[in-house]
């Protein structure tokens, strides 16, 4: 068998208690860390841990999607009879506004993580 080369060479082992493993162990699931040396590897060099709720992100996804079939189908409608009514060019304009709030919304607060 060939030796692995490794990029992390070193290792460091050391002894916790009972409770102190079982506090580590949830913090890892909470922070939702697949490996343990990941986690454990991210805390000793004082990186911060993010735990994002992606579920506003999920919500804006399906709100863009809405809005976009919405502006979808008026354009339909405007190629189908040539006309561009000024009530569909109204539509069309709070649906971008309504974009716009969204993608703001989004976008703010992953600009405070970054903080």
Same mark, same amino acid.
């Given at each position: 068998?060939?030796e692995?080369?490794?990029t992390?060479?070193?290792?460091?082992?050391?002894?916790?208690?009972?409770?102190?493993?079982?506090?580590?162990?949830?913090?890892?699931?909470?922070?939702?860390?697949?490996?343990?040396?990941?986690?454990?590897?991210?805390?000793?060099?004082?990186?911060p %841990?993010?735990?994002?709720?992606?579920?506003?992100?999920?919500?804006?996804?399906?709100?863009?999607?809405?809005?976009?079939?919405?502006?979808?189908?008026?354009?339909?409608?405007?190629?189908?009879?040539?006309?561009?009514?000024?009530e569909?060019?109204?539509?069309?304009?709070?649906?971008?506004?309504?974009?716009?709030?969204?993608?703001?919304?989004?976008?703010g607060? %992953?600009?405070? %993580?970054?903080?």
């Amino acid at each position: 068998m060939s030796e692995e080369k490794r990029t992390r060479e070193k290792q460091i082992k050391f002894r916790v208690t009972e409770h102190e493993l079982d506090v580590i162990r949830q913090r890892k699931e909470m922070m939702n860390y697949k490996s343990m040396e990941q986690y454990l590897r991210r805390v000793a060099l004082g990186s911060p %841990l993010y735990k994002l709720d992606l579920t506003s992100v999920d919500q804006v996804t399906e709100d863009v999607a809405g809005i976009s079939r919405n502006i979808n189908q008026i354009a339909k409608r405007i190629n189908s009879t040539d006309t561009a009514y000024a009530e569909d060019l109204r539509q069309i304009r709070a649906k971008q506004d309504e974009l716009m709030e969204l993608l703001k919304k989004a976008f703010g607060v %992953l600009l405070k %993580l970054k903080e």
